[in-house]
């Protein structure tokens, strides 16, 4: 067996994205969006830099940090309910978790790299950059296999129609305004494309009787007849226990969560008597 290689990163991306939720698979370059490559103060970085400024696109060689294993069969979170081979897909299961993205380059700043929409989270490290050359980079006509036919099911118009009840509504709302959490774009492209189980969707059905989809640290809970999807609520991931335990450190919207349950008390999340 060959010895591994051993790589150190160039830099880190600062996106503000620190949930995989908030990266869509695929950015969308309308979006009024940038993020910032911020490079090693390494000896000679600076020079390495040098003719980057006047390339509106570049390839960043990155790592999934939170990937902890591989998959040799995976559940894309597009398409029909199909595994595939990891190898196909764009999954951050793989052998060697690395992955590379063709982002817009908006200006250079000494180390700092202004970018465009990207799908990176929040700390990604970089293990290189190089230059997107359209002419050898691009190839339009090129077959793309199981994603040709996932992508024309995305371009047609949405299967079900999403609606709100008015105490999704009031919370959806309250976050939006009080917190500035709105994952409702996100919610409503998800359960109007497929609102049927799935565990890379983080869709499922609870015991209680309504589905569930994970939304970053929210769910939602909805219901479906026919083609029309009601969002009946919407409750916080975490326990109750784990927002009051000390030692816990980091939660995402952490504050929210507790605000949110102290107008909106959910006894599922509430401890259980021992």
Same mark, same amino acid.
């Given at each position: 067996m060959e010895a591994p290689f051993t790589f150190r %990163?160039?830099? &880190? /991306? !600062?996106s503000g994205k620190d949930l995989r939720f908030k990266a869509r698979h695929q950015p969308d370059e309308k979006d009024a969006e940038s993020s910032v490559l911020e490079l090693e103060p390494w000896p000679g970085m600076r020079e390495s830099v040098r003719d980057l400024e006047g390339m509106e696109r570049i390839w960043i060689v990155w790592v999934f940090h939170r990937a902890e294993s591989w998959r040799p069969l995976v559940l894309p979170p597009r398409g029909p309910a199909q595994r595939r081979? /990891?190898?196909s897909t764009r999954s951050p299961h793989r052998p060697n978790p690395i992955g590379i993205t063709p982002v817009r380059l908006l200006h250079v700043e000494k180390l700092r790299l202004h970018l465009g929409p990207c799908d990176l989270l929040e700390g990604t490290p970089v293990l290189d950059i190089k230059p997107y050359v359209p002419s050898y980079d691009s190839f339009p006509e090129a077959s793309a296999g199981w994603i040709d036919a996932v992508d024309a099911l995305s371009r047609e118009a949405p299967a079900f129609r999403v609606a709100f009840a008015p105490l999704a509504r009031e919370q959806l709302d309250w976050l939006r305004g009080r917190w500035a959490v709105d994952f409702e774009p996100r919610l409503v492209e998800l359960l109007s494309r497929d609102p049927s %189980? &799935? !565990?890379t969707r983080r869709i499922r059905t609870r015991r209680d009787g309504p589905f569930e989809i994970g939304c970053g640290t929210w769910k939602a809970l909805f219901a479906v007849s026919g083609s029309e999807v009601t969002v009946g609520s919407i409750e916080p991931s975490y326990p109750v226990r784990f927002l009051t335990e000390a030692w816990r450190t980091g939660i995402p919207d952490h504050d929210?969560?507790?605000?949110?349950l102290t107008r909106w008390p959910c006894p599922a999340l509430e401890p259980r008597d021992p």
């Open positions: %990163p160039i830099g &880190h /991306v !600062r081979g /990891v190898l %189980p &799935h !565990r929210a969560m507790l605000d949110f």
